[in-house]
């Protein structure tokens, strides 16, 4: 019997708990893959891991360049602090772009993380579903470096903390599971169309510029009634409390958050299902 008619034999769509119970036993696959992910991204460069350190490091040298010296913008007043220190708009916006470049680039880079894996899947039998988590982990990792390089910032330009960054550990948690629930189901449909890949990069596009990243919801608001429509987007909660416990030593929006995790719970759960009942064809297509 070949390998690939061994892999064809495997249960087709293994209930959703015992799935789990796989990735958890497979952790150790997990780890190196998200090692090769990394490794790949840093291959041939001279700093090799250390870029993930340098490149948030001159982002915010970036963006303060950009923001303070040629346009002069003012620091973010419509929503203070509660010691009354400025919010520098370069590390305004850098918070928030910090959160979603894991989201974006979760989603952008999962969803050719089957077609990109094609030479595996008719080797070895292994949970399909670990290609697309791999690639979240490894861009949480990257996360990891940013984060570090806005929490100095934040320190040195703005001040310490509240003890409301206990909540950063729930916020980022639901970011992941929104960004791995989009991971399964456009991983899916891009086995299937390929011209999904291509899609992606201008759905991102349009969904940065609906999410308050370079704005807030507060300058929206005062000038139109188009922040409740802002509102329907499962990644505004995300940004918003992500920046208030981060730079405005605010408690999250709970309602705003509560929202965004339904939502989150809801895209992985119809992700794992339509991943769950489509992998027994991906060695076939791919």
Same mark, same amino acid.
């Given at each position: 019997?070949?390998k ?5 034999q495997? &249960?087709p769509?293994?209930p959703l708990r ?5 990735l958890w036993?497979s952790?150790?696959?997990i780890?190196n %893959? ?8 840093h291959r041939g460069t001279?700093?090799?891991?250390l870029w993930?350190l340098?490149t *948030? ?10 923001f303070k010296?040629?346009?002069g913008?003012?620091?973010?007043s419509d ?6 220190h ?5 590390v305004y916006? $850098?918070?928030g772009?910090?959160?979603w470049? $894991? !989201?974006?680039?979760?989603v952008a ?5 089957? /077609?990109g894996?094609g ?5 070895v039998y292994? &949970?399909?579903a670990?290609?697309?988590? #791999? +690639?979240?982990? #490894?861009?949480?990792?990257?996360f ?7 929490m100095?910032s +934040? ?13 950063l *550990?729930?916020i980022?948690a =639901?970011?992941?599971l929104? #960004?791995y629930g989009l991971?399964? %189901?456009l991983s899916?449909l891009?086995v299937?169309?390929?011209?999904v890949a ?5 759905f991102?596009?349009?969904w $940065? ?8 919801l507060?300058? =929206?608001?005062k ?5 409740? =429509?802002l509102?329907l @987007? *499962?990644?505004t909660g +995300?940004? =918003?409390? !992500?920046?208030?416990?981060v730079?405005? @030593?605010?408690a999250p929006?709970f309602?705003l958050l509560?929202y965004d995790a /339904? +939502?989150a719970?809801?895209? !992985?759960?119809?992700g794992a ?6 992998q027994r %064809? !991906?060695s076939?297509i791919?």
């Amino acid at each position: 019997m070949g390998k690939r008619e061994a892999a064809r034999q495997r &249960p087709p769509r293994p209930p959703l708990r015992a799935e789990a119970r796989e990735l958890w036993r497979s952790r150790e696959l997990i780890g190196n %893959l998200v090692r090769r992910d990394l490794k790949v991204k840093h291959r041939g460069t001279f700093l090799g891991m250390l870029w993930s350190l340098t490149t *948030p490091l001159l982002t915010v040298g970036l963006y303060y360049f950009v923001f303070k010296v040629i346009l002069g913008a003012q620091p973010v007043s419509d929503y203070p602090r509660p010691d009354g220190h400025d919010i520098p708009f370069a590390v305004y916006f $850098f918070c928030g772009l910090t959160i979603w470049n $894991f !989201f974006g680039n979760s989603v952008a880079l999962a969803a050719s993380s089957v /077609v990109g894996s094609g030479y595996l899947l008719n080797k070895v039998y292994f &949970p399909r579903a670990i290609l697309p988590l #791999s +690639v979240v982990l #490894s861009s949480l990792v990257t996360f990891g470096f940013e984060l570090c390089v806005l929490m100095v910032s +934040v320190l040195l330009v703005v001040g310490l903390p509240s003890a409301h960054m206990l909540w950063l *550990p729930v916020i980022v948690a =639901v970011a992941a599971l929104l #960004s791995y629930g989009l991971a399964l %189901l456009l991983s899916t449909l891009t086995v299937f169309l390929r011209d999904v890949a291509h899609f992606i990069g201008v759905f991102l596009q349009l969904w $940065f510029w609906a999410t308050p990243i370079i704005y807030s919801l507060q300058f =929206v608001a005062k000038r139109s009634g188009f922040s409740r =429509v802002l509102k329907l @987007n *499962p990644m505004t909660g +995300v940004v =918003v409390s !992500f920046r208030d416990v981060v730079v405005l @030593n605010h408690a999250p929006p709970f309602r705003l958050l509560a929202y965004d995790a /339904v +939502v989150a719970v809801a895209m !992985f759960a119809a992700g794992a299902y339509v991943f769950s009942r489509s992998q027994r %064809l !991906f060695s076939e297509i791919v």
